[in-house]
């Protein structure tokens, strides 16, 4: 009996804690709600710590460029599963009445989109590479992650034009992985190098095998796509087993960590790059965010600080209104808006268009950029 | 109430899952780690015979319960070498198997980058995809999944089912084949898993393999033990304790910059207090 009373009480408390939350949250507020479904806890959560880092300094920026504009951004963690990905978004949107949602990760924006389009709630994917995040209907779902098949050209490129011939490339077994693995063998076929595809898993840290079997092959460059950690261990233990070539990766390496974690041996790698922070308007954001961070920014935190910047530059062109009709109708329209990643415009499935892809490298620790 | 009705729907997914395992777990005391390999083939089967060949989300269903119990059947045959700890570690290892075929096989489940566009029930015109219809259709079969375990539990299989958790020896020497009743059990928690992987396919519209890796087998083991081995109001109490659990912690107000990983320390914390003031779960017959 006690037992029951006491669950009985318990449920009441959340059931009231929903009510309760739900309610005052609706009525007190004049300010347009707009959430952050991030991992902030978990294996991606120094992406979604990064991504939040961008987004309080873009709300700053808003701030004191439309001093009038009353926007709220509420976090919600991802956790980086699409379950409860949908947790978070239906407390978001159930409970704190958004309007607009910013999402990181494909599986978490893909989980999302249905649910964000039923509810004409818009949605701005970020670092969210999947192809099949835009297929189907378009309504209010946008994306502003390059896909890998803009990435891989200038990659591949790159190698046609130096030379090489033979590339052994290591992908995570997720969305991310596979799409850049499946831009690689596109674009292969009407180059000159052969790839060697190995896959590895997400919670891999051991790579020796994988590495063994590669240096038996003799590739005479490496291209890396997954975790920052797992790079620097395979960095590390290439150089174990005496395993000397070009590693080549992309964008999700330019990380502190790799700096820290791999030192001498991340020297001289290339990786493919979306946010040029040596033009004017990154330069102001790269100085505010290792003012306020002391570290460098990621381009997780350059993607989530844009998708920010347009969902507020959008409500200024709507003239403050709680209206994602008008904001999606804007953003469709939208033509060469310039930003820290490029001048930006939408395809006609919500597509980031015009986003600039440029070649980066590790010199005398630190990411500089790549000489053509 | 939107969000409430959601939680409501996943517990009455979950409420399946641990119903389903219960039976395995609590009632016969086959210490199984694999119950989210069959939870997925339920989804996967759903999923494909849905956007690819836009087969009727209840002939999907039933589709979903064949496979599953096919390989139950497979799977419990090879188990059924094993006691104790050897039979948790090679069920540990069938999930991470058939976790496997979901990643890789990519022709079929398209491997990671999951199946989107996963469209709601509809039944003869009659529409599901509101959540409110949605958990209505989730509470029907979750009542029909409880009474048939509880006829299952009451009934003189389900004593046999109890003398092999007690001692199995024992009842083999009255001449019990405890082996069919093993596999018969085993085939019919994974058939009941595969309703709850439908359910969940179509109402969260996009699946990927992360979400029936072996740490969802844990959580279905932890709602059987949190809520009570042997007891399927227990697997009900378990469901929604952890279901709500995790949700209530997200109105605790913390600093953005540390909320999240505070929540999931409050969360731990939350869970070895329990088990330390309650080991039986919250309505239990027994400790495993």
Redesign the interface.
């Known amino acids: 009996m006690k037992?029951i009373m006491g669950?009985t009480v318990?449920?009441g408390?959340?059931?009231g804690?929903?009510?309760l939350?739900?309610e005052s949250d609706g009525k007190s507020s004049e300010s347009i709600k707009i959430g952050a479904l991030l991992p902030?806890?978990g294996i991606a959560?120094n992406y979604?710590?990064g991504s939040?880092e961008g987004i309080e300094i873009a709300k700053e920026d808003l701030r004191s460029k439309y001093p009038s504009m009353n926007i709220e951004v509420i976090?919600?963690?991802s956790f980086y599963?699409?379950?409860r990905a949908?947790?978070?978004y239906?407390?978001l949107?159930?409970?704190n009445n958004i309007l607009a949602v910013l999402t990181g990760g494909s599986?978490v924006s893909?989980?999302v989109?249905?649910?964000s389009d039923k509810d004409s709630v818009l949605q701005m994917a970020i670092w969210s590479g999947?192809?099949?995040?835009s297929?189907?209907s378009h309504n209010y779902n946008f994306r502003i992650t390059a896909l890998s098949d803009e990435h891989v050209p200038i990659l591949t490129n790159y190698i046609n034009t130096r030379n090489y011939k033979k590339l052994a490339l290591i992908y995570a077994?997720?969305?991310f992985?596979?799409?850049f693995k499946d831009s690689f063998e596109k674009n292969s076929k009407t180059s000159d190098f052969k790839i060697i595809p190995y896959?590895i898993g997400n919670d891999d840290m051991e790579f020796r095998t994988v590495l063994l079997k590669i240096k038996n092959e003799k590739p005479d460059s490496i291209f890396f796509v997954g975790l920052v950690k797992q790079f620097i261990n395979i960095l590390k233990q290439s150089s174990d087993l005496g395993i000397k070539t070009q590693f080549f990766s992309q964008w999700s390496v330019e990380d502190q960590q790799l700096l820290d974690g791999a030192r001498d041996l991340a020297e001289g790698v290339i990786y493919a790059y979306p946010f040029d922070e040596t033009d004017d308007a990154s330069a102001e954001f790269l100085k505010k965010y290792s003012e306020k961070y002391n570290k460098v920014p990621s381009a997780y935190a350059a993607e989530a600080y844009t998708g920010l910047i347009l969902l507020g530059e959008t409500i200024n062109a709507c003239h403050n209104k709680a209206d994602p009709v008008c904001w999606r109708d804007y953003l469709n329209k939208i033509k060469d808006l310039p930003t820290i990643i490029g001048s930006v415009s939408f395809d006609n499935k919500g597509d980031l268009k015009g986003e600039k892809i440029f070649l980066k490298t590790v010199k005398d620790g630190r990411f500089v950029k790549a000489e053509e | 109430m939107e969000y409430l009705i959601h939680l409501l729907i996943l517990f009455a997914i979950y409420g399946i899952l641990g119903i389903s395992l219960n039976l395995v777990v609590g009632y016969t005391g086959l210490l199984s780690v694999t119950h989210a390999a069959f939870y997925g083939i339920g989804a996967y089967a759903t999923a494909i015979l849905l956007t690819s060949f836009g087969i009727n989300f209840f002939v999907s269903v039933i589709f979903a319960i064949i496979f599953s119990s096919i390989m139950a059947l497979l799977i419990g045959l090879i188990l059924s070498k094993f006691d104790d700890d050897y039979y948790a570690l090679a069920s540990f290892g069938f999930n991470i198997i058939i976790f496997s075929v979901f990643l890789n096989w990519q022709g079929l489940t398209r491997g990671p980058l999951g199946i989107p566009g996963i469209p709601k029930p509809n039944f003869f015109g009659l529409d599901f995809s509101s959540n409110l219809s949605f958990l209505i259709l989730s509470l029907a079969f979750l009542a029909l999944i409880y009474f048939a375990s509880r006829f299952i539990v009451n009934s003189s299989f389900g004593r046999v089912l109890k003398a092999i958790r007690e001692d199995e020896k024992a009842i083999q020497i009255f001449g019990y084949n405890t082996l069919y009743f093993k596999l018969a059990i085993f085939v019919i928690s994974a058939a009941m898993a595969s309703v709850a992987g439908s359910l969940f396919a179509s109402y969260i519209t996009f699946i990927d393999p992360s979400s029936f890796w072996l740490m969802e087998s844990i959580f279905i083991l932890a709602i059987v033990i949190l809520g009570g081995l042997s007891n399927l109001k227990g697997s009900l109490l378990g469901a929604l304790f952890l279901i709500l659990l995790p949700e209530a912690l997200r109105f605790v107000g913390l600093p953005n910059d540390i909320a999240a990983q505070t929540r999931q320390v409050i969360y731990g914390v939350i869970l070895i207090l329990l088990m330390l003031y309650r080991p039986q779960g919250l309505a239990g017959e027994y400790k495993m």
Do not use: H
């Open positions: 037992l669950i318990f449920v408390l959340i059931a804690l929903i009510y939350f739900g902030l806890s959560a979604g710590e939040r976090y919600e963690d599963d699409p379950k949908v947790d978070g239906r407390k949107k159930d409970i599986q893909s989980a989109k249905n649910l999947a192809p099949s995040y297929a189907g077994n997720n969305e992985g596979v799409a896959g």
